[in-house]
């Protein structure tokens, strides 16, 4: 008979723990000293058990990551050659960013192996048109493309239509009736509502009260029961947190799904938030973006971008790509995150997490669908105002230094100068404009600070 390594030992309970404790805290308060109350609505234990887990949540989750590059293409020659030399240098996905209808995909493409490639694009604008040359250029070739297209995220990010509502969704379905080439092309961009300041819950119900939208919009439609979204997420820097919110996210959508009767799986893209870069002491970014990255592959993301540590300041360059590719690197062939799925299962702590995550998420969505849905409530400022109050309170923590951005609001070194640093402007862009809604801007939390700073620099 096979002996247990620890039969010998009595099995304590979780209300055994808590006794001894509160015996060693000597009076003090168990709540105040070691439950920690998070902006997000949920407070942490100092331990967790099996009882804090009545039944394991099963997510599907990729068996393997891709270590993911973006291009803005500009230049369809620089770009394709860019391209091919970061495939050789261990990039495995492609991320480009297509600014107009001018850009040749026969060119951009020219020398990848496009059966081997996962590659997403992105558009800048939206025609059926520029679709249609996609669709006659990959048809009959072997390929693992992704598009990108989401009218409601561009409503929400720019306060617009790309056109008009009639028009997006003329195109749109159109699009999606003649998809079946392609992996997905219904792209949903919860990063902007993380960058914006929403708090995890927030993100999730968005999240999936914005699929729905789509998912409503086309169970009608022929293509609806092969229907796959991709879901671009903003990793931030509450390391289980972010793990859990990914893993709660795969099974909100898998549990939506299922009520529509199409494949519960997703796809998931993810890249570190923006909201914690800053400008001084920007090494400190090689850090967040760390620790981000490996939050999003241990979640179970599907592809990982990952944002060079200058990116808010500066164009890019070689070496900022170079370092921030060689940091999945790492985590891939030295630190062998790829050589087990789902490596988060079963940790308590996780899976409790992922499972409040998702239930206060549920509760977000219900009120938004009785309210009318995602768009409606977009239209009437209601999402908007949710994640200002959002945002406004981890403001608040970091003014009062109660949130800790290292080298910025503490352990700042005042001989830093950036002012003469500056290839891009790294703050919120004011540009007034007549919108039909209320639009949802990304803010940094350190960007009142660094613009005194700044001001102060060239007073001196």
């Given at each position: 008979?096979?002996?247990?390594?620890?039969?010998?030992?009595?099995?304590?309970?979780?209300?055994?723990?808590?006794?001894?404790?509160?015996?060693?805290?000597k009076?003090?308060?168990?709540?105040e000293?070691l439950?920690?109350?998070?902006?997000d609505?949920?407070?942490?234990k100092?331990?967790?058990?099996?009882?804090?887990?009545?039944?394991?949540?099963?997510t599907?989750?990729?068996?393997?990551?891709?270590?993911?590059?973006?291009?803005?293409?500009?230049?369809?020659e620089?770009?394709?050659?860019?391209?091919?030399?970061?495939?050789?240098?261990?990039?495995?996905?492609?991320w480009?960013i297509?600014?107009?209808?001018?850009?040749s995909?026969?060119?951009?493409?020219?020398g990848i192996v496009?059966d081997?490639?996962?590659?997403?694009?992105?558009?800048s604008?939206f025609?059926?048109n520029?679709?249609?040359?996609?669709?006659?250029?990959?048809?009959?070739k072997?390929?693992?493309?992704?598009l990108?297209?989401?009218?409601?995220g561009?409503?929400?990010?720019?306060?617009?239509?790309?056109h008009?509502?009639?028009?997006?969704?003329?195109?749109?379905?159109?699009?999606?009736?003649?998809?079946?080439?392609?992996?997905?092309?219904i792209?949903?961009?919860?990063?902007?509502?993380?960058?914006?300041g929403?708090?995890?819950?927030?993100?999730?119900?968005y999240?999936l009260?914005?699929?729905?939208?789509y998912l409503?919009?086309f169970?009608?439609?022929?293509?609806f029961?092969?229907?796959?979204p991709q879901?671009?997420?903003?990793?931030?820097?509450?390391?289980?947190?972010?793990?859990?919110k990914?893993?709660a996210?795969?099974?909100?959508?898998a549990?939506l799904a299922?009520?529509?009767n199409?494949?519960?799986?997703?796809?998931?893209?993810?890249?570190?938030t923006?909201?914690?870069?800053?400008?001084?002491?920007?090494?400190?970014?090689?850090l967040?973006t760390t620790t981000?990255?490996?939050s999003?592959?241990?979640?179970?993301?599907?592809?990982?971008?990952?944002?060079?540590y200058?990116?808010?300041?500066?164009?890019?360059?070689?070496?900022?790509?170079?370092i921030?590719?060689?940091?999945?690197?790492v985590?891939?062939?030295?630190?062998?995150l790829?050589k087990?799925?789902?490596a988060?299962?079963?940790?308590?702590?996780?899976?409790?997490?992922?499972?409040?995550?998702?239930e206060m998420?549920?509760?977000?969505?219900?009120e938004?669908?009785?309210?009318?849905g995602f768009l409606k409530?977009?239209?009437?400022?209601?999402?908007?105002?949710?994640?200002?109050?959002s945002?406004?309170?981890?403001?608040?923590?970091?003014?009062?230094?109660?949130?800790?951005?290292?080298?910025?609001?503490?352990?700042?070194?005042?001989?830093?100068?950036?002012?003469?640093?500056l290839?891009l402007?790294?703050f919120?862009?004011?540009?007034p404009?007549?919108?039909l809604?209320?639009?949802?801007?990304?803010?940094?939390?350190?960007?009142?600070?660094?613009?005194?700073?700044?001001?102060?620099?060239?007073?001196?």
């Amino acid at each position: 008979m096979k002996e247990s390594l620890f039969q010998e030992f009595e099995e304590v309970s979780a209300k055994e723990w808590k006794q001894k404790i509160q015996f060693d805290l000597k009076g003090a308060d168990y709540n105040e000293k070691l439950v920690y109350k998070s902006l997000d609505g949920i407070n942490i234990k100092p331990f967790y058990s099996g009882e804090d887990v009545e039944e394991s949540i099963k997510t599907p989750s990729p068996k393997n990551w891709n270590i993911c590059e973006r291009l803005y293409v500009v230049s369809v020659e620089k770009s394709n050659k860019r391209a091919n030399e970061i495939l050789n240098k261990g990039t495995e996905s492609l991320w480009f960013i297509i600014p107009n209808e001018e850009i040749s995909i026969e060119n951009l493409l020219e020398g990848i192996v496009l059966d081997k490639t996962i590659i997403y694009f992105s558009f800048s604008f939206f025609s059926e048109n520029y679709f249609k040359r996609f669709r006659e250029y990959f048809k009959g070739k072997q390929h693992q493309v992704f598009l990108q297209f989401d009218i409601v995220g561009n409503l929400a990010r720019s306060g617009n239509w790309f056109h008009n509502l009639q028009k997006d969704h003329e195109i749109l379905n159109s699009i999606f009736t003649n998809s079946k080439d392609f992996k997905s092309v219904i792209s949903i961009d919860t990063a902007l509502y993380q960058n914006a300041g929403a708090n995890i819950p927030q993100q999730l119900a968005y999240a999936l009260a914005h699929v729905n939208e789509y998912l409503n919009h086309f169970q009608e439609s022929p293509n609806f029961e092969k229907l796959q979204p991709q879901f671009l997420i903003a990793s931030g820097p509450n390391y289980f947190f972010e793990i859990a919110k990914i893993k709660a996210l795969r099974w909100l959508y898998a549990t939506l799904a299922s009520e529509y009767n199409i494949p519960e799986t997703c796809h998931i893209l993810a890249q570190p938030t923006k909201r914690n870069k800053t400008l001084y002491d920007f090494n400190v970014n090689l850090l967040r973006t760390t620790t981000e990255s490996m939050s999003a592959v241990l979640g179970g993301a599907d592809t990982v971008y990952n944002m060079p540590y200058d990116a808010i300041y500066h164009k890019n360059n070689e070496f900022g790509d170079r370092i921030a590719r060689n940091q999945l690197l790492v985590m891939k062939h030295e630190a062998y995150l790829d050589k087990v799925a789902n490596a988060a299962e079963g940790a308590y702590y996780i899976e409790s997490l992922t499972k409040q995550f998702a239930e206060m998420a549920l509760d977000i969505f219900k009120e938004i669908e009785k309210g009318g849905g995602f768009l409606k409530q977009l239209k009437e400022g209601a999402i908007q105002r949710k994640i200002k109050e959002s945002a406004k309170k981890e403001q608040e923590q970091f003014d009062s230094g109660e949130l800790v951005l290292i080298g910025t609001n503490k352990f700042e070194n005042p001989q830093d100068k950036m002012k003469d640093e500056l290839e891009l402007y790294p703050f919120l862009k004011q540009n007034p404009r007549k919108t039909l809604i209320e639009p949802i801007l990304e803010r940094r939390i350190s960007e009142q600070i660094e613009q005194e700073r700044i001001k102060q620099e060239k007073v001196e």
